[in-house]
T-cell receptor
């Protein structure tokens, strides 16, 4: 079974600075997808970024980018120019190719300080 | 259009009561998912529908949990004889197509069993 590990339960960053959230996963699959979801205090889970394992190029979405290291099974999220609205729980998630069942990590609580 | 909606947003039940949680997916979305999120944890998969067919219910924790989607749109998650360990946030998600699509989440229903 696949597992997703987020080793940082909580992190904080100053507004306008850069922060990196780490995620590692364990799988024997070669075809899969990785996601970062953001869950603000209102609890609506929002997709931040998505990466297909077959793509070597790291996904980017405005201030959000990932460092996908397939051999190391690592998928970290970098948030540049942090904003107060980035304060939220961030979940890393894994989706096996051919499956529809997302496997989530336990999350990292990010606080952006003014 | 509107996002995924869930009702009620909050539910308090006495131990032993039956509860029903509703999910309205994004209009036209084929697939629908239920997740359970315990306090301080990431969401865990419960079950998955493609249209009205329940294709995977491997995550349902016991036979007290039952989900349906009779017309392929709205879904109901029913928990019979609730127990304190059922207290959690129940998240619903939907996707436009059934294959490896990004899941869009609703705000969740917070269930507290006393």
């Amino acid at each position: 079974a696949q597992t997703v590990t987020q080793s940082q339960p909580e992190m904080s960053v100053q507004e306008a600075e850069t922060v990196t959230l780490s995620c590692t996963y364990d799988t024997s699959e070669n075809n899969y997808y990785l996601f970062w979801y953001k869950q603000p205090p209102s609890r609506q889970m929002i997709l931040v970024i998505r990466q297909e394992a077959y793509k070597q190029q790291n996904a980017t979405e405005n201030r959000f980018s990932v460092n996908f290291q397939k051999a190391a099974k690592s998928f970290s999220l970098k948030i540049s120019d942090s904003q107060l609205g980035d304060t939220a729980m961030y979940f890393c998630a894994f989706l096996k190719g051919g499956s529809e069942k997302l496997v989530f990590g336990k999350g990292t609580k990010l606080t952006v300080n003014p | 259009g509107a996002g995924v909606s869930q009702s009620p947003r909050y539910k308090v039940a006495k131990r032993g009561q039956d509860v029903a949680l509703r999910c309205d997916p994004i209009s036209g979305h084929v697939s629908l998912f239920w997740y359970q999120q315990a306090l301080g944890q990431g969401p865990e998969f419960l079950t998955y529908f493609q249209n009205e067919a329940q294709l995977d219910k491997s995550g349902l924790p016991s036979d007290r949990f039952f989900a349906e989607r009779p017309e392929g749109s709205v879904s109901t998650l029913k928990i019979q004889r609730t127990q304190q360990e059922d207290s959690a946030v129940y998240l619903c998600a939907s996707t436009k197509r059934p294959i490896q699509e990004t899941q869009y989440f609703g705000p969740g229903t917070r269930l507290l069993v006393l």
